[in-house]
């Protein structure tokens, strides 16, 4: 009976050593998506003035003044 309860012990404590530490659930670190975004390819701040310039350019060209200084 002697052996059956030092067997007991070792193998009690043998155990209990093992199992000290507990479950430990695994821990997953989740890193941030990072979404590329790009920006708009036209630019409404230079697509106005363009334009304007352009009307002016059109003004210009298009001026029909027939006074001219030679049918004199």
């Keep these: 009976m002697t052996k059956f309860a030092t067997f007991?012990?070792?193998l009690g404590l043998s155990a209990s050593t093992a199992l000290a530490g507990g479950y430990v659930a695994p821990?997953?670190?989740?890193?941030p998506v990072v979404v590329d975004?790009?920006?708009a390819s036209t630019?409404?701040?230079?697509?106005?003035p363009a334009l304007l310039l352009l009307g002016v350019i059109?003004?210009?060209?298009?001026d029909?003044?027939?006074?001219?200084?030679?049918?004199r």
């Design 37 to 39: 975004e790009k920006p």
């Design 64 to 71: 029909d003044d027939d006074s001219s200084t030679a049918d």
């Design 27 to 31: 821990v997953v670190e989740v890193e």
């Design 8 to 10: 007991a012990l070792a």
């Design 43 to 48: 630019n409404a701040g230079l697509v106005v």
């Design 58 to 62: 059109a003004a210009i060209a298009s």
